[in-house]
């Protein structure tokens, strides 16, 4: 090693922690991507990565006593990380990558080594150098995909590239600003961050002429868990939870098929069981025997700076006025849309719909004028009364009287259909808290609704956007169907009237069957299922104080 070389080692601060080598090989991929997994600490296993995982169990597999790998660390360089494989031949160490990919190839056809990978296995054979002490001549790399074998060398040159890079990744770990989208999207398309970085998102955003290509995944089919039974417990056996009901035979059920659990009522869970969840980022959401929302689990890790920039964001009150108006035109909106294809499924003419539908758009061109929070809750209220009023309206003739709506009301629900609502929106507010948490934003800071008991404020906003899809449609479609027997699935309690177990069951049938639909997004032109459109919303949100804004709250009923 050379004395130059030396030198710039001993410069570097050595209370900075070292940089994994892989996280290195990311920066030289995408700066954006290393900042995700660095700084906000997010990480995604997609089928390549679990593919990568299993080609390096096959080749310790069929190793021999030659090859070996090792984990170095070095505080002085500024590196740590584990060699794939370490081989000796005439007195030198030779570190191997392996890739499963295929190599480039240059003008001439010829294979090299990518730019990532080349620095990747450089940064080895440094890291060797500095921990052991000796002299690596070069590294190689084997892609398997076409069965090339790269060699390269390692000079002067090359460790000043490791050095660099090192450097250059440390200064944008103590950003507190995301780096924008690489501009090659074939780097997009392969990366499994995709989803949380939304790249085609962020492209459209800047350009509206864009088409984005869909990265976001099309559906989560893993299962939600909903516990109904008073004195149910919940434990782990295994790789599997197991669900104890009175008087039945224990379900159990695989890690790998659950999303969610929700406990309503006053089923258990016990400690080993959450832990379980929690590890396996599995939501654990809690639901009263009255069907009102109680709280989830919150169990981020890592996304500080994500909510620093939320707060740096939400305590700007202009900005969150613009967000609010966005909020109460696309729920008006959604509301009037609603009721304008109930008008045309009734086919009947109903002039108190028809003035109804007709004074929602005249209120929803003020909402853009707005200027302050205080006002715009009266215009939302206004949009609301006019609303619900007109709801009635909607639906069928042959309704029973029993399952009418003649106006909402809450904390307890007076009749049948109030019932729903209420159930149907603490099932949205549950979903919504699942999306925010996944996503790693505060909950208890919102940009519209004011703290309160009932749910934390950034819920409450985002789930104006799904209250008319998710739950009003659910509702009067499923009235109109004659789904719902007036005895059997409701109790009724003197003046309040609640769900009963055949109903809270039937009803989330109901929902789950919806939110497994599918819905084109009426500004990325892709489609999606509900499952995946709310986290979609909440990450397109984050989008609005990152600069790459203008697609939240655009989600329309048509």
């Known amino acids: 090693m050379s004395t130059t070389n030396l030198d710039q080692r001993t410069s570097i601060n050595l209370t900075e922690d070292t940089i994994r080598v892989s996280a290195l090989h990311a920066f030289a991929y995408c700066p954006r991507l ?14 390549a990565v679990f593919a990568g995982r299993r080609l390096h169990e096959e080749i310790d597999k069929q190793e021999d006593e030659e090859w070996l790998d090792l984990y170095l660390e070095d505080e002085i360089l500024g590196l740590r990380g584990r060699v794939d494989a370490l081989r000796t031949r005439e007195g030198q160490t030779i570190p191997y990558e392996h890739k499963r990919g295929r190599c480039h190839r240059d003008e001439n056809k010829q294979p090299q080594a990518w730019d990532s990978d080349k620095l990747q296995i450089l940064a080895y054979c440094c890291l060797l150098e500095a921990s052991l002490g000796i002299t690596v001549i070069e590294g190689r790399i084997r892609y398997h995909a076409d069965n090339v074998l790269i060699h390269v060398p390692v000079d002067d040159q090359g460790r000043q590239w490791v050095s660099d890079t090192i450097k250059q990744a440390r200064e944008l770990r103590k950003s507190a600003y995301r780096p924008p989208v690489v501009n ?4 997009c398309s392969r990366c499994s961050l995709s989803p949380v970085c939304l790249p085609e998102e962020a492209r459209l955003a800047h350009n509206k002429e864009w088409h984005p290509v869909r990265l ?7 299962e939600v868990i909903h516990v109904l039974e008073p004195g149910t417990r919940i434990g782990r056996t295994g790789e599997q939870l197991k669900i104890s009901r009175r008087n039945e035979a224990d379900e159990k059920v695989s890690i790998q098929q659950v999303s969610q659990v929700v406990l309503h009522s006053f089923s258990q869970i016990s400690t080993q069981a959450l832990h379980f969840l929690s590890y396996k980022d599995v939501g654990i959401h809690f639901v009263s025997g009255g069907g009102r929302y109680v709280g989830s689990l919150d169990t981020r890790n890592g996304s500080i700076q994500r909510r620093i920039r939320q707060y740096e964001a939400l305590t700007k009150s202009d900005f969150c006025l613009e967000l609010a108006r966005k909020l109460v035109k696309c729920r008006g909106e959604g509301q009037r849309k609603f009721l304008m294809r109930g008008k045309r499924n009734i086919k009947r003419k109903s002039p108190d719909l028809e003035k109804a539908i007709a004074q929602m758009k005249a209120v929803l061109k003020q909402v853009p004028q707005v200027e302050s929070l205080e006002s715009l809750l009266g215009f939302e209220g206004n949009l609301a009364a006019l609303y619900f009023g007109a709801l009635p309206n909607i639906l069928g003739k042959d309704v ?10 809450r904390r307890p629900p007076k009749d049948r259909f109030n019932a729903m609502l209420s159930f149907g929106y603490s099932l949205l507010i549950k979903d919504v808290m699942n999306a925010i948490l996944t996503v790693g934003l505060e909950p208890a800071l919102g940009f519209y609704h004011q703290p309160r008991t009932q749910a934390p404020p950034l819920a409450l906003d985002l789930m104006e956007i799904f209250r008319v899809p998710l739950v009003d449609m659910i509702v009067v479609t499923s009235i109109n169907r004659q789904q719902w027997d007036t005895e059997t699935d409701f109790d009724v309690r003197g003046q309040q009237v609640w769900l009963s177990d055949s109903g809270r069951r039937k009803f989330i049938n109901l929902y789950e069957q919806r939110k497994a639909e599918s819905w084109k997004h009426p500004v990325t032109g892709y489609s999606l299922t509900y499952r995946r459109l709310l986290e979609l919303e909440v990450r397109l949100l984050e989008k609005e104080w990152c600069g790459e804004g203008g ?3 655009q989600l329309i009923v048509r």
């Open 184 to 187: 090659n999207e074939y780097l």
């Open 216 to 222: 976001f995944p099309q559906d989560d089919e893993r």
């Open 551 to 553: 697609l939240f709250g």
């Open 400 to 409: 029973s009287d029993s399952l009418g709506f003649a106006g909402r009301n």
């Open 34 to 47: 290393f900042y995700l997994e660095e700084v906000e600490e997010l990480y995604t296993q997609d089928s």
